[in-house]
């Protein structure tokens, strides 16, 4: 089992514990910076201002918050000052984003996924408009501990999520949304990508 990072042992060990203080505060902060972006994101992107940078827009914010989450993945366990979570309040109401989303992207919202490609491969379906929201809603949870001062509250439950839900959903979301740009710029008739190439370099 990994070592746990708590304040406690944090505190033990002399010269080391503001670093690794510092450390950690660093990447809450960074963190926090990478969850209001993808937040600020998949909202632009449900607003359905811009429909056909859709693909594009979720398959970088999920690339760039999936960094966020391997580093958290990568270090060891954080476990927050109290025994329970601190009540954050009531979450905030996400179902409206899940609605935007979904008519978005309608006809293309489900997919063939799997439970578990590890212990159970057995085929089921997945959401992009459920995954994307998934992911938004853990990052905000964590979101409001961080904006409310508790630093290692808010990377416990990052963590923690990622590892047990979020992590997974945005995986295969991103690897969908990479599956329908690639068919999208691939599997163009030809004689239509030779004439816009030509209509490009001869304008």
């Known amino acids: ?116 490609p590890v212990t159970e491969p057995q085929l089921t379906t997945g959401s992009l408009s459920n995954d994307l929201t998934v992911v938004a809603s853990a990052l905000a949870h964590g979101l409001r501990h961080h904006e409310e001062g508790r630093i290692l509250e808010a990377l416990w439950w990052w963590q923690f999520s990622y590892l047990s839900d979020w992590g997974e959903r945005a995986a295969s979301a991103l690897r969908v949304l990479q599956a329908l740009l690639a068919h999208i710029r691939l599997d163009a008739d030809a004689d239509a990508v030779a004439e816009a190439e030509f209509d490009a370099l001869h304008p």
Do not use: C, H, K, W
């Open 1 to 116: 089992m990994p070592d746990q990072v708590t304040p406690e042992t944090a505190a033990a060990s002399g010269a080391a514990d503001p670093e690794l203080l510092s450390d950690l505060r660093a990447l809450a902060a960074d963190s926090a910076a990478e969850a209001r972006t993808y937040l600020a994101t998949v909202s632009d992107i449900a607003s359905g201002a811009n429909p056909a940078a859709a693909l594009p827009l979720g398959l970088l914010a999920l690339s760039q918050v999936l960094v966020m989450g391997a580093r958290l993945g990568a270090i060891e366990d954080i476990v927050p000052e109290d025994r329970f979570e601190v009540d954050p309040g009531p979450d905030v109401e996400l179902d409206p984003l899940r609605e935007n989303l979904s008519n978005l992207l309608e006809g293309l919202d489900d997919y063939a996924d799997v439970v578990d």
